[in-house]
């Protein structure tokens, strides 16, 4: 017979030989590294506004990651068709991954199907805190091996997620993330989803890579100490280069992490004296990126101007690059083209703003249509002049006449915009599409600490974070994801957990007492942009989102064990952690 158990799945990936790869070690480093449930932090409460009439059709505005999500998932919960559902997307005041889901509009709709009337909810911040889920806590052994001259032999990993009161934690793409960065022969990660008498998981930023990180990266740290290595180095002679096959399955093209590597190496953060009671800790991280389904239209004005319009809701400055891909394209200026978020009845099917998807996948979809409208207008300007198409160029935002002895003056984009009732009516395209092609994204964090030994507060002093844009489309939203990431990831390394009773509740449930980083908290955070262009996007674009967040555990803690000599394997580093091992160790 089965035996009870509260372990819902069990996960394994694996290379080669993993006791095989130990055994041909000179050094194997153990460690178990745990952390706690974190949340992601956004500003904005869970809030809807409901309405179903009395023919039954209804609208629900809500402030979510994806509009298309909402209508599928309230089709689903309240049974109302899917076609009789009109989300509308508000603006949005922070997602993280933590309103990839719904909660309150299926409740909503069905009051309003009740009532008559529209309905409008709002959670309070405790509700956000108990109810919307934080990421798993983690328990994870680690076994790293490697010979005298630094190269990893082989590496084991068990990795326990904590899923909540239902299964469902991030363990897939933890193991699939844990090893990827490094060239390792013989591996094996096993994962396992727990679940636990506490509030269900959710996802939050780079789901699960950032745990997995942590116990990998403090691990390779304490091998790098071992062997006498430096930390950058031992990382480099471990790197993954294009042509390599990846951990999980799929053979890298197109990736920077060696570059990002080189440019910490020779970054001055690295060569600052560092002075009492301080300590400075690496860390590198990764995540996949993702494509998949997208529709982007581009419509022109009547006076020449343009509006591009997706249903990917704007969480991190997605609709400047769409502005800025398809002005590049139609040859305007930027302050002649509008972004905008459209609803489920406005524009064609798009997945969520997740996976760092966005900018590549929507952004191809807007390129392919401003492409259209430029083939068009081409096209009108060939009729006015009454040449074949290919003796039309579009250059600069203008028709150009390339016809042997036709002397025409260029047509502009206005003009063919205020002429297009007589030749053929408004000027517009849309494109949907499964985007292909999107290329990981990989970062290096270096992290400058100083602990008080009285008190064990921990200080960030410097922080620099390197990673592999693509192309940075906005190079100051793109620099802007950087520094959040990482904000949010010293956060969950110092300060940030779920407090839970004797019955799974939360004790915290709010921002006095779960402590997330402010401004007066931290430093300017130097983001250095690597860019490695994405040949399979029209811009080079990559993902940027979401790797930011997977360094920062390991390099604060890696900080501190420079700073104090004792590793402490167990996040967040709160002051008594930090006081207790020190007192420890005498």
């Not at 990382?235 to 590597?261: C, D, H, K, W």
């Not at 064609?348 to 390129?367: D, I």
Request: charged residues 20%; hydrophobic residues 45%.
């Amino acid at each position: 017979a089965t035996q009870p158990s509260n372990i819902a799945s069990h996960h394994e990936l694996a290379r080669g030989d993993a006791d095989a790869g130990l055994a041909r070690a000179d050094v194997v480093i153990e460690g178990r590294y745990t952390t706690q449930g974190t949340h992601q932090g956004y500003i904005e409460p869970h809030a809807c506004v409901a309405s179903v009439a009395a023919d039954g059709q209804a609208t629900v505005w809500s402030s979510s990651q994806g509009p298309f999500m909402v209508r599928q998932q309230s089709s689903a919960l309240s049974g109302i068709p899917l076609g009789d559902i009109r989300a509308i997307p508000a603006e949005i005041g922070g997602g993280f991954g933590g309103k990839t889901q719904v909660y309150l509009e299926p409740v909503a709709l069905a009051l309003s199907q009740r009532c008559g009337r529209p309905v409008k909810l709002v959670m309070t911040r405790d509700e956000v805190f108990r109810a919307t889920g934080p990421t798993s806590g983690a328990v994870m052994d680690v076994k790293l091996g490697a010979t005298r001259d630094g190269k990893i032999t082989g590496a084991k990993l068990d990795l326990k997620f904590q899923a909540g009161a239902f299964p469902g934690s991030p363990i897939g793409t933890a193991l699939m993330t844990a090893v990827t960065a490094y060239d390792i022969p013989d591996f094996r990660v096993d994962g396992w989803d727990v679940v636990t008498n506490t509030p269900k998981t959710a996802a939050y930023r780079a789901p699960g890579a950032p745990m997995a990180a942590f116990a990998l990266e403090c691990a390779l740290d304490d091998l790098a100490r071992e062997l006498g290595i430096d930390p950058i180095e031992i990382r480099q002679r471990n790197a993954v280069r294009n042509g390599m096959p990846s951990a999980y399955g799929p053979v890298f093209e197109n990736i920077g992490f060696v570059e990002t590597l080189a440019a910490i190496e020779t970054h001055p953060h690295l060569a600052a004296p560092l002075g009492p009671n301080q300590g400075r800790g690496i860390a590198a991280g990764f995540w996949f990126n993702v494509g998949g389904d997208s529709t982007g239209m581009v419509c022109i004005n009547e006076d020449g101007s343009a509006t591009v319009s997706t249903g990917n809701p704007d969480i991190g400055g997605s609709r400047a690059s769409m502005a800025m891909m398809a002005a590049e394209v139609l040859g305007l200026p930027i302050e002649r083209v509008r972004a905008i978020v459209a609803d489920t009845a406005s524009i064609g099917y798009s997945l969520l703003t997740a996976g760092s998807r966005t900018t590549f996948a929507t952004g191809m979809a807007v390129t392919q249509a401003a492409q259209k409208v430029v083939a068009e207008m081409r096209a009108r300007a060939a009729l006015t002049w009454g040449v074949d198409v290919d003796k039309v160029d579009w250059r600069d935002g203008q028709a150009v006449c390339t016809a042997p002895a036709v002397a025409e003056a260029p047509l502009a984009l206005a003009t063919i915009a205020a002429q297009s009732s007589m030749t053929g009516g408004p000027i517009s395209a849309e494109v949907s599409l499964n985007a292909q092609g999107a290329a990981p994204g990989f970062a290096v964090h270096v992290c400058e600490v100083e602990v008080d030994p009285e008190t064990g507060q921990v200080t960030v002093l410097r922080y620099t974070a390197a990673q592999d844009v693509g192309r940075a489309i906005h190079p100051s939203y793109v620099e802007g994801q950087v520094q959040g990431g990482a904000a949010q990831g010293i956060g969950w390394a110092l300060n940030e957990e779920y407090v839970f009773d004797a019955d799974g509740r939360m004790e915290n449930p709010g921002f006095l007492d779960y402590r997330m980083p402010v401004a007066s908290d931290l430093p300017m955070i130097d983001a250095v942009l690597v860019e490695v262009p994405n040949p399979l996007h029209p811009f080079g674009a990559k993902g940027v989102g979401e790797v930011p967040i997977v360094p920062p555990l390991a390099a604060v803690a890696n900080a501190v064990r420079d700073a104090i000599g004792v590793r402490i394997a167990d996040l967040p580093l709160s002051p008594t952690r930090i006081w207790a091992a020190l007192a420890d160790k005498g």
